[in-house]
C-alpha cells in the first residue's frame, strides 16, 4: 500500500442536463421552498428538453476502480467522450466526484488546459510566478527553476514582453514548462502534444520521461496520440463510454484499441453537422462499416470493411470511397470507382489501403454505391473522420493532399466476401 501514489475506488461521476433556472426570480424561490418541504417541484430542465427524470442524467465516469503505483507513467486512452477529461478533473479536484473515493499521496500539478492561469498583459516572466502560485509553487522554488523554465521553453529573448504578443507556440511552451518543473509527485498531462511543433513534442515527451524514470515521479498522460503514448507509458487505462475497460501493459492496449470493431450504425448515424448524412434508393445498402479506428499510423496499412445488403437481387454496383478535406471543401483523394460483384443477400467488403499514402491530417469520409450517377442505391456522407497521426517529422513525408489542395488516386487492394 506504501507504494499506491493514486487509489480509485467505485468511482463515479454524473451530470444533469438542461438549464438550472426557470427563468424567473418567483419561480426559482417557489422551487427552492418547495424543495425544501420535500414537495414535487417544477424541473424547467425536463420541460425543455421532454426528458424523463432518468434520461436527464448522463455518467460520463461509471464505477472506476484501479490503482496506480508511484513512480508510473500511465497513458489513458480512449475514443472522444470516453471520460478521460472527466477522471482527470476529479484527480486535479477541477470537480468533484458523485460516488467512490479517491486516495493520493502525494502533491498533483496538473496541465489539462495549456496556458491556464497566464494573464495576456503581464510578461513572460511575471506569468512563470503567477502560473507557478497557482500551482502551488513557493516563490523560492520558483526562484529557483526560473532559469531552467525559461531555457526549456525557449523564450530567452521575450521573457520581458508580454504574453499576448507571443506567438501560439511561444505561449504553449512556456505552459508547459511551468507545470513541468514543478517539483511534485504526481503531473497530469491531457494532450499537451496536439499542440506545438514535432520538435516541442518529442521535448515534452523526454521531460516527461525525465520525470518518471529519473526523478521517480508519477505521470498521467491523455493523448490521441498512440506512438507517443508508447514510447513513454509503460501502463495504461482504456476507457470506453465512461467505463474502465482494461488496465496494464500499453503495447496490448493499445493495439487492442486500434484493432476494436468501430462497428457503425448506419440507421442512426448524423454528419457532424446533425443533418441527415444517406441518400440513395436503398436497393443495395451498407449496413455496417467495421475493423477501422478512427485514429492511425501514417507507417500502417489502412482496412475498412463493409457489410453491404442487396435488397433487390441485384448482380452487381460501382463504389468508390472519397477523402474530404477537413473543412468539406473540396476533395483531396479517392479510391477509383470499382464494380464489385453482389450476393443475393450480403456481401462482405474489405479495402486494403497500403501505408504512406496520406499525410498524417483528419479526413472526412464520403462513400458512393451505384449504378451510375444517375441511379445512386447508397451515398454516405462524412460517415466519420479518420485521423492519421505520426511521431516523425512532417517535411519529407511526400505529397500532402492537405498543403497543395491536390486530387489523386490512391493505390489500393480489394477482398469480397471476408468475415
Known amino acids: 500500500m506504501d507504494n499506491i501514489a493514486i487509489k480509485i475506488e467505485n468511482l463515479s461521476k454524473s451530470y444533469q442536463l438542461g438549464q438550472f433556472s426557470t427563468g424567473t426570480l418567483s419561480k426559482d424561490i417557489e422551487n427552492a421552498f418547495n424543495g425544501i418541504f420535500n414537495k414535487k417541484k417544477y424541473n424547467p430542465r425536463l420541460d425543455q428538453d421532454n426528458l424523463t427524470e432518468e434520461k436527464s442524467i448522463i455518467w460520463p465516469l461509471k464505477n472506476i476502480s484501479l490503482e496506480i503505483e508511484k513512480g508510473d507513467t500511465v497513458g489513458i486512452i480512449g475514443r472522444n467522450g470516453a471520460g478521460k477529461s472527466t477522471l482527470l478533473k476529479i484527480l486535479s479536484e477541477v470537480t468533484a466526484p458523485t460516488t467512490g473515493q479517491i486516495l493520493v499521496r502525494g502533491r498533483i500539478v496538473s496541465l489539462l488546459e495549456v496556458g491556464t492561469g497566464f494573464h495576456p498583459e503581464l510578461t513572460g516572466r511575471e506569468n512563470i510566478y503567477l502560473n507557478g502560485a497557482i500551482l502551488g509553487m513557493r516563490k523560492s522554488e520558483i526562484t529557483r527553476k526560473f532559469d531552467e523554465i525559461?531555457?526549456?521553453?525557449?523564450?530567452e529573448k521575450h521573457i520581458d514582453t508580454p504574453v499576448k504578443r507571443y506567438s501560439s507556440g511561444m505561449y504553449v511552451r512556456l505552459a508547459f514548462a511551468v507545470a513541468a518543473h514543478l517539483e511534485s509527485e504526481i503531473l497530469i498531462v491531457d494532450e499537451?502534444?496536439?499542440?506545438?511543433?514535432?520538435?516541442?513534442?518529442?521535448k515534452c515527451l523526454g521531460k516527461m520521461a525525465d520525470i518518471s524514470n529519473g526523478e521517480g515521479r508519477t505521470v498521467l498522460f491523455v493523448s490521441h496520440n498512440m506512438a507517443a503514448v508508447k514510447e513513454l507509458c509503460k501502463k495504461s487505462i482504456l476507457l470506453q463510454n465512461g467505463s474502465l475497460k482494461e488496465y496494464g501493459d500499453t503495447g496490448n492496449i493499445v493495439l487492442n484499441y486500434l484493432k476494436?470493431?468501430?462497428?457503425?450504425?448506419?440507421?442512426?448515424?448524423?454528419?457532424?453537422?446533425?443533418?441527415?448524412?444517406?441518400?440513395?434508393?436503398?436497393?443495395?445498402r451498407i449496413v455496417n462499416i467495421k475493423g477501422l479506428s478512427d485514429i492511425l499510423d501514417y507507417e500502417n496499412e489502412i482496412n475498412i470493411e463493409f457489410e453491404i445488403l442487396n435488397n433487390s437481387n441485384i448482380?452487381?454496383?460501382?463504389?468508390?470511397?472519397?477523402?474530404?478535406s477537413e473543412t468539406g471543401s473540396h476533395m483531396l483523394s479517392n479510391i477509383p470507382k470499382m464494380n464489385i460483384k453482389l450476393n443475393k443477400l450480403t456481401t462482405f467488403l474489405k479495402i486494403i489501403i497500403p501505408a504512406k499514402q496520406l499525410r498524417p491530417g483528419i479526413y472526412p469520409l464520403y462513400i458512393w454505391l451505384g449504378k451510375d450517377v444517375l441511379t445512386p442505391y447508397d451515398i454516405l456522407d462524412n460517415v466519420f473522420n479518420l485521423r492519421i497521426h505520426t511521431n516523425l517529422p512532417q517535411s519529407g513525408l511526400g505529397f500532402n493532399p492537405i498543403e497543395n489542395g491536390g486530387y489523386f488516386n490512391l493505390n489500393y487492394n480489394i477482398e469480397t466476401n471476408v468475415q
Open 192 to 202: 499537451v502534444l496536439a499542440v506545438g511543433d514535432a520538435e516541442f513534442q518529442k
Open 150 to 155: 525559461v531555457q526549456f521553453a525557449g523564450v
Open 315 to 324: 448482380a452487381d454496383c460501382d463504389f468508390t470511397i472519397s477523402f474530404i
Open 260 to 284: 476494436q470493431a468501430n462497428s457503425v450504425n448506419l440507421n442512426v448515424l448524423k454528419a457532424s453537422d446533425g443533418s441527415n448524412f444517406r441518400r440513395g434508393s436503398g436497393e443495395v
